[in-house]
């Protein structure tokens, strides 16, 4: 591991002040470590912001839940509030890794990351997320840019998701047997705004499937996913999994997710 | 005294390793330690053109740099094979050289070209990153299939073909297979696996100057093996100066047979920066360079009957052993391998030929099993492949192919002293509810859902080995074990044993068998392993030869330490050595019912005199002290056996497999202790299920291992594996005093083609390449679904 300079922030506003292009923000550090021992990244600058209180916790309102950046994937899995108001994102942060890695790993960090197999990302799709920084709220559609790629700048921080609360949804995935990432995921959110399908794992970036999410608004019924075609092109092929599989795959989890609703 | 052989005493190991107590490699410092780092060839086959040293000598902490020009002027020898086997037309074994720093060529990635010491461990990493190698690379051969025709890896191997060996008469299965009804064939790959001990390869060297000793302190399954070919082979010491010790050791499944390159380099390095060196394999190198298993082509063809006799079996089988051949390297895929191709059955006429080629990948050597699991995989696939081509059922084609009668001699070499084939697969088949089984596929299938079941029979031949007989098939070594049973004065025994306990529980099984022989509480009994300066000498652990053969040198070291005791105890009776009976830990003389513990006589011992009277309690002869040694030779292998049964549930949406039902059913003989036995089993099972559902190590075509982390290879885990229904059979052993089969290596050899079968009959036949991931199994469910379509 390369050299760097350790910061812990106070607040978000002196996290921000210290973020240049050559840093990064440390919660879980569950992807920062490992990539930076690996020397596959280094830093000038880490700012640990895990002792800025006001980015963790969880806020159920009437129609959302707001999770805060830094709040532990644990902390979601076994909140009672998540698990009333949206029992399937629970679930999904739940499935996260292993113990070792629920219990560092925060939400903020999965969704900055934007690893093209990470579980949330298919949640913020679904479940109509807004992401807020300490700038501006986005969309989550706007958020996810590419393989590894949001439109976070720099100096900004992800303060807390906040999450529609749906009608109906579920999460089901494929985990790689290796390294228990999703090699497909989908998460299908019956809204009455309309249907979402996140899908993750598949492409190089979380996507909405508007065909399967098309097909739902007709018939939200398993059955109604058989006719739906969908294209292998621009699918991830790797040794645990070709494209045509993962092809095949998203329509098999998505009926589950179907069925689980 | 109730005995201690058969009953369930909880392992004195637990406490330290389930506290976190255990001492290993890795846990030793010694003070002023420099630290290694070893630069590794980036490319599966290169020629070295150049190696730069000069900027990271300048590094901040380096102390010294070392490549294999250091190696090859100080003339330390490189890593051997242990085993010279010869080919079918008489020609022996061709070997390349492998130098523990590579000085000309590398051939494989990963192979070390030189080493970095430095204060630090990070100090060392960044000297290592300033080390410039200047290489040219070359085509590499990664592709068993097409390494015989391809280049050469090795000057002077042609065809890159280490030996072409035949076991068995060609000519003869020739005519047994024109006499058959029906020729069953099948072409399979043995996929390449990677041990994955849960404790990385680990040395601490000390150096000390003034006695010019060194002590290596490795993650081994043999020290002493290690110290005789680091001192014969290697010229880094005598024996005599040169001490290595194996403390805790965290599993080696057959990857710390080996005597690797960094603890050559790191002892002689240190006698020549006369400083302490630790080196510590972090995960990826474990990958990458702890030796592999399996990785084998084979074309078998079984020979039948209409009504499903066996008349003949042919293995053809190309046997990777990567870059260079190591110490069980040539032999695991020939003796280990090619005598239990025939499988429990009696087969009038069979071959193995097997072709081991070099290739520019790690090197390949035994891995749990060893040839066996290689050798049962085939067997068992084919048989499980005629009972369907005949429409007999799996059980029924077994059953009418066993032995029955016993000593048993096996088609290819085994004389099998001992077995009943037929009690283990009846017992597997009721423990499992076989003949329910159409009723759970139905129940599956109402699901959506298929369901499998598979069948296996195996014996196995471990306990290696008889010394004059490995000797003559070309091992190096004798394959005997030595114990050494001391008494100390106040009555405790330390058993010191030339075994390895890396997770075999040796530190309970033994103290019970020594317990059991002395009549002392077992808590008197403490046990010694893995280190060259205590105990005489040892062949370690592997091949499930610690009780066996190692055990067995305990129970004879013990019995003369009762013979020795028995003489005494009769002078202190006034009594003759034959009117003394040893029982319960007591010598009594039946006419007088006089007594001496074994504890008093032990003292007696010791101490032989008495105030103001001179007068000895030892016979005249006998030496003070109760101290006795044994060099075990068993008189043959030892022969487990038994049965599996397992049930899957495929979904055929997803093709995932669902392990739902495992059965075993094992013959190891007498069991010691069946607590231990069953967590062996239970280990076993997990690795073979694993070879079967999701271990694969994949190298791509410039030789790169694609799997070289736990993101990509994938081991089995907990929540793949079913609850295990296990039941033993019993047939002792009858080439050893306690009546012990081994027990380690079976859960491994039969759980592969077990689960295997099952799948394959889950799919209706179709056959599938192991490891059977969801995608294939995905896959041939379409095909058998368009298939089932068109019948229609």
Redesign the interface.
């Known amino acids: 591991?390369k050299t760097f300079n350790y910061h812990s922030a106070k607040d978000v506003k002196e996290a921000s002040k210290l973020a240049s292009s050559n840093s990064a923000f440390l919660a879980g550090g569950m992807t920062t470590i490992p990539s930076m021992k690996l020397g596959l990244a280094s830093y000038k600058d880490i700012i640990d912001i895990k002792r800025i209180k006001k980015l963790s916790g969880i806020k159920v309102s009437g129609k959302t839940v707001t999770i805060g950046a830094t709040t532990k994937h644990s902390e979601v899995a076994s909140s009672k509030d998540v698990k009333k108001a949206i029992p399937s994102l629970a679930a999904l942060a739940e499935g996260i890794g292993d113990p070792q890695v629920r219990n560092r790993g925060t939400i903020g960090g999965s969704i900055a990351n934007n690893d093209p197999a990470a579980d949330y990302p298919s949640a913020c799709i679904a479940l109509n997320a807004t992401i807020h920084t300490n700038n501006r709220s986005i969309d989550a559609e706007k958020f996810f840019r590419g393989m590894f790629e949001t439109c976070l700048k720099s100096t900004e921080v992800i303060e807390a998701i906040e999450f529609s609360i749906p009608e109906k949804s579920s999460y089901q995935k494929?985990p790689?047997?290796?390294?228990r990432?999703a090699i497909i995921g989908v998460y299908v959110a019956k809204h009455k705004t309309g249907i979402n399908v996140g899908v993750t794992g598949a492409k190089s970036c979380v996507y909405n499937d508007k065909d399967l999410a098309g097909a739902l608004t007709k018939n939200f019924s398993s059955s109604a996913i058989d006719s739906v075609k969908i294209s292998s092109s621009g699918m991830n092929s790797d040794?645990?999994?070709?494209s045509d599989?993962r092809a095949?795959?998203v329509k098999?989890?998505a009926?589950k997710a179907v069925d689980a609703c | 005294m109730a005995s201690l052989v058969g009953s369930r005493v909880e392992r004195k190991e637990d406490k330290r390793f389930l506290t976190g107590k255990g001492r290993y490699t890795s846990d030793i410092n010694i003070a002023n330690q420099t630290y290694a780092i070893f630069i590794r060839s980036p490319h599966a086959r290169a020629k070295i053109k150049k190696i730069d040293t000069s900027k990271a000598l300048k590094s901040s902490g380096v102390v010294e740099i070392l490549t294999g020009e250091h190696i090859a002027q100080d003339k330390i020898g490189g890593l051997i094979a242990g085993w010279a086997i010869r080919s079918e037309d008489g020609s022996e074994m061709k070997c390349p050289a492998n130098p523990p720093l590579a000085k000309d060529s590398v051939n494989f990635v990963g192979d070390p070209v030189a080493v970095v010491f430095a204060e630090t461990l990070d100090e060392a990493r960044l000297a290592a990153e300033l080390v410039k190698v200047d290489y040219k690379v070359l085509k590499a051969v990664s592709n068993l299939g097409e390494a015989m025709n391809s280049e050469a890896i090795h000057d002077g191997i042609d065809k890159n073909l280490c030996y072409d060996w035949l076991l068995g008469d060609r000519q003869k299965t020739k005519e047994a297979f024109d006499k058959a009804d029906k020729i069953i064939k099948l072409d399979i790959v043995n996929n390449r696996l990677i041990p994955n001990a849960m404790e990385p390869r680990a040395c601490v060297i000390d150096y000390n100057t003034a006695s010019e000793e060194i002590t290596c302190y490795t993650t081994s399954q043999n020290p002493h093996l290690s110290r005789l070919i680091m001192s014969a082979f290697g010229g880094v010491a005598p024996e005599n100066k040169l001490r290595v010790v194996a403390p805790d050791v965290g599993g080696g499944f057959g990857s710390k047979i080996n005597l690797y390159n960094e603890e050559i380099v790191c002892s002689w390095a240190s006698k020549k920066i006369e400083r302490p060196i630790k080196w510590v394999a972090e995960r990826t190198e474990s990958f990458l360079t702890d030796t592999h298993g399996r990785d084998h082509i084979t074309h078998a063809e079984l020979a039948v009957t209409n009504d499903g006799k066996f008349l003949g079996f042919k293995n053809e089988t190309i046997a990777n052993l990567g870059a260079y051949a190591r110490v069980f390297g040539t032999v695991t895929p020939t003796y280990l391998f090619g005598p239990c191709a025939t499988g429990v059955y009696i087969m009038p006429a069979a071959y193995s030929n097997v072709k081991a080629v070099y290739t520019n990948t790690a090197p390949v050597d035994a891995y749990r099993g060893a040839g066996r699991p290689e050798a049962t995989y085939t067997i068992e696939r084919i048989v499980d492949k005629a009972a369907m081509e005949l429409g007999m059922d799996p059980i029924e084609i077994r059953m009418k192919n066993f032995p029955t009668e016993f000593p048993f001699k096996q088609t290819l070499v085994h004389q099998i002293d001992s077995g009943d084939y037929v009690a283990g697969l009846n017992k597997a088949k009721e423990m499992a509810d076989y003949d329910g089984f159409a009723a759970r596929k139905k129940e599956s299938e109402s699901k959506g859902k298929l369901r499998g079941i598979g069948v296996t029979s195996y014996f196995e031949a471990c306990g290696i080995a008889p010394s004059p007989v490995v000797m003559m098939l070309g091992c190096g070594v004798g394959l005997w074990e030595s114990a050494e049973v001391r008494f100390n004065p106040t009555g405790q025994v330390t058993v010191y044993t030339g075994s390895h306990s890396h997770g075999q529980s040796h530190q309970t099984t033994f103290a019970q068998i020594a317990a059991d022989e002395l009549g002392v509480p077992i808590e008197n009994v403490d046990v010694v392993h893995g280190d060259t300066d205590k105990g005489t000498f040892g062949m370690g652990t592997y091949g499930s030869r610690s009780l066996t053969v190692g055990g067995i040198a305990i129970v004879n070291a013990c019995k003369k330490i009762v013979n020795k005791g028995k003489r005494i105890a009769a002078k202190m009776l006034e009594a003759s050595p034959d009117e003394v009976d040893f029982k319960n830990g007591e010598f009594v003389v039946a006419k007088s019912n006089k007594k001496k513990t074994i504890g008093e006589v032990a003292f007696a011992s010791y101490l032989p005199g008495v105030r103001d009277e001179v007068k000895s309690p030892l016979p005249e002869g006998d030496e003070p002290g109760l101290i006795e040694s044994s060099f075990f030779d068993p008189a043959n292998f030892s022969f487990p056996a038994g049965s599996h049964i397992c049930e899957v549930e495929i979904d055929p949406e997803t093709g995932h497999v669902k392990l739902d039902k495992y059965t075993a059913v094992d013959d190891f003989g007498t069991i010691v202790n069946p607590l231990i036995v069953e967590g062996q089993v239970h280990g076993g099972l997990a690795q073979g299920i694993g070879q079967a559902l999701y271990e694969n190590a994949q190298y791509d075509d410039s030789g790169q291992l694609i799997t070289a982390s736990y993101m990509d290879y994938t081991m089995p885990r907990a929540d793949d594996l079913p609850d295990f229904n296990l039941g033993f059979t019993c047939t002792k052993a009858t080439t050893n005093p306690l009546g012990v089969k081994g027990c380690g290596e079976a859960g491994t050899i039969a759980a592969t083609p077990t689960v295997m079968n099952a799948v394959i009959n889950a799919l209706g036949g179709k056959e599938i390449s192991l490891p059977a991931t969801a995608e294939k199994v995905w896959k041939a469910c379409k095909e058998m679904k368009k298939s089932n379509a068109k019948a229609a």
Do not use: E, G, T
């Not at chain 1, 790689?176 to 390294?179: G, T, V």
């Open positions: 591991m494929l790689n047997p290796a390294s990432y040794i645990h999994a070709s599989y095949n795959m098999a989890f009926k």
